[in-house]
């Protein structure tokens, strides 16, 4: 069984600042982290700190990663009828599912509050999926009840209509 870090040792706004630091200095500067700690009160070799500043890295990869594959879904895809938003939500779903299970979580650190606010961020976005979903299917019902209407009391050709229908609702009816 491998050792429990000294870092999570650390009272959490000494570490948050060494993450910051961490991530500010491009994961580089370990000997001057050491030194800054030990100025602190904290002797923790650069490699223990070498070895939490890994396994951020990775995290913060993961999530940079995600960010990007946002914005290149974004730009593919015109977003017709909510489709860029379903998908951004799907994409933080798997992202956020995939961070619980790999992120390098000290159990004893662990809140619950912490764990219940990751899980309910998971549940607000599948409730704005749903809803999403449930505004879409009720737009297009007005739509086809708006053609509807305009069928019966003519003035538009069935032709102009079709393309109406065509553009608002992506059908041919």
Known sequence: MTQRSKVFDLPPEIRSELETRLISGGFAGYADLETWLRAQGYEISKSSIHRHGKNLEQR??????????????????????????????????QQIFELLLNIDIDPNEVKMSDLNRAVRGLADLGRSTISLK???????????????????????????LAKIDTLLLGIVP
């Open 134 to 160: 449930k505004h879409q299917a009720e737009v297009r019902e007005k739509l086809r009840a708006a053609s509807a209407e305009i069928r019966k009391t003519g003035g538009i050709s069935d032709e102009t």
């Open 60 to 93: 913060v990869d993961k999530i940079r990663v995600a960010r990007e594959q946002a914005r290149a879904i974004a730009e593919a895809c015109p977003d017709e009828e909510g489709q860029l938003l379903e998908a951004a939500s799907a994409l933080a779903q």
